[in-house]
């Protein structure tokens, strides 16, 4: 059934941004991690990794591979990500589970060092990526299918994605980034009337990012 302003009821009568809608891996993202606040340093590196993979791919594409791409690259544990070199670059060529592109590859395992060392000068990932959570002044004042269509990147994503490719990281352009952040909860994205909107205001009123 279609709702209303970009929301569409599933088969279970849950509201949810249409874009999640018909396909029970993407509506149980939706509801159980898309948008919700995370800190992790783990989970933060593997998020830009994947997508920095998905560039010119779709999103589904990369998540129904996710098992495969932690499996392949040790759970993306940056320090062993870090330790990988050209034999483990040959076997990810050759694995079939991941995507067996060259450059992303070499890139993930860029990164991770790239990783490791702002860990190091940041106290971690997470502090760093925290800086960025955009003001309130930059960010749309209803949330509506309009709104989510046009946020394809944002000025905090415009300025982390110049930040990490002067620190040395790549495919981390600013769609990439804003992609990271929507996931990551560093913006919320759902739609005004979505239920898991009201979730992840709440998670991030709870939350005190790293650092500060």
């Known amino acids: 059934m279609g709702g209303t302003d970009g929301l569409v009821e599933g088969s279970d009568g849950r509201l949810r941004c249409w874009w999640s809608s018909g396909l029970a891996d993407y ?31 779709s999103w589904l594409t990369i998540l129904r591979k996710r098992e495969n791409f932690r499996r392949a690259f040790a759970n993306f544990e940056p320090a062993a990500v870090a330790a990988f070199g050209e034999d483990d670059i040959e ?94 909860g560093l913006v919320n994205d759902h739609l005004e009337g979505c239920p898991c909107r009201a979730e992840a205001l709440r998670l991030r009123a709870e939350l005190v990012p790293p650092g500060r």
């Open 91 to 184: 076997r990810l060529v050759a694995d079939p589970g991941i995507v067996r592109h060259r450059g992303k590859i070499v890139s993930t395992i860029n990164n991770a060092r790239r990783a490791l060392d702002l860990i190091a000068s940041e106290g971690s990932l997470a502090a760093y990526v925290w800086r960025f959570e955009p003001p309130a002044s930059e960010r749309p004042q209803r949330f509506d299918r309009a709104a989510l269509g046009a946020a394809t990147t944002a000025p905090a994503a415009i300025r982390m994605s110049k930040d990490l490719k002067k620190r040395g990281w790549s495919f981390v352009g600013p769609t990439t980034v804003y992609a990271f952040m929507q996931a990551m």
């Open 27 to 57: 509506e149980a993202y939706h509801d159980d991690e898309w948008g919700r606040p995370v800190t992790d340093d783990r989970r933060l590196f593997e998020k830009l990794c994947l997508e920095g993979f998905q560039s010119g791919l």
